[in-house]
């Protein structure tokens, strides 16, 4: 699988999204992929599923220094004590000694940031993750947090698909190093995968809609993406993407579709996010 390095850290490009994968369907779906020869798996704290994902982990038979895994930190657990323990329990209920990288979920205006940055830190040097870095941060945290963390920042996951504009948050990774990992890279499917612009470019390639959009974002120096699916097939799909190029044509007219400027995951915690 294609990496992407990040300040030290060798992200493969595309991973296994599991939001909303729970139980034995979980399970199935991370050794499925591994077996297909995915190599990044990314769980979070809140997702309810990291029993589930470390026995994908196991049952794959992949060995685990191949396997690049990112957790999260809920962003009420971002006081110093609250990110140990929850970066303990996520190791525990994982039935890791370590994890690849772990990020914080969502900033917390009501939590300093430098205590959490600080606490991540030590998680960190402690050896429980290889790699530390944050999640749905706007340009100004992500400059923040750069500036008070000692040991670099490996990347920042954020919402991004043709529907929205993520120039600024894209600039701000680049100029530090981090990758910017696109969660939702397919927004909801359908709607998307029906544009014109993508739909031609499937006709021109022999490709799906889906492998166009996700090789559009790979096309951007950067980029790593993690497309979840509850379905099977599309993992195969999802990863077949690296036999073909769009032209600058084509990665002009499906970048154009971010007029629409629309974002899924937006919610009271959210920070304010960066104007188009
Ligand atoms: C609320 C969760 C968003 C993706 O991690």
Request: overall charge negative.
């Amino acid at each position: 699988m294609k990496t992407l390095t990040a300040n030290g850290a060798q992200i493969p490009v595309i991973g296994l999204g599991t939001w909303t994968l729970r139980g034995s369907a979980c399970t199935d779906l991370v050794a499925h992929a591994l077996e297909l020869g995915y190599r990044h798996v990314d769980t979070a704290a809140a997702y309810d599923n990291e029993r589930e994902v470390g026995e994908g982990i196991r049952r794959s038979g992949i060995p685990r220094e191949d396997i690049f895994v990112t957790t999260k930190v809920w962003w009420t657990d971002l006081a110093p004590a609250d990110l140990e323990r929850s970066a303990a329990q996520s190791l525990e209920r994982l039935g890791l000694d370590h994890v690849d990288l772990l990020l914080v979920h969502w900033p917390n205006p009501a939590i300093p940031l430098p205590d959490t940055m600080a606490a991540l830190n030590r998680v960190r040097d402690k050896g429980w993750t290889r790699h530390i870095g944050v999640s749905n941060f706007p340009t100004r945290l992500i400059e923040e947090a750069v500036r008070l963390s000692p040991a670099p920042l490996a990347a920042n996951q954020v919402e991004y698909h043709p529907y929205l504009n993520q120039d600024k948050v894209l600039a701000a990774c680049q100029a530090n190093g981090l990758a910017m990992v696109a969660y939702s890279p397919l927004y909801r499917g359908g709607i998307l995968l029906q544009q014109p612009a993508v739909a031609a470019a499937a006709e021109r390639h022999g490709k799906t809609p889906g492998q166009i959009v996700l090789r559009w974002h790979l096309q951007q120096e950067g980029l790593a993406v993690i497309p979840r699916t509850s379905r099977r097939e599309r993992l195969a799909e999802n990863i077949g993407i690296f036999d073909f190029a769009l032209d600058s044509a084509e990665m002009e007219a499906i970048s154009r579709l971010r007029s629409a400027g629309r974002r899924l995951c937006d919610y009271g915690f959210s920070p304010e996010w960066d104007a188009p």
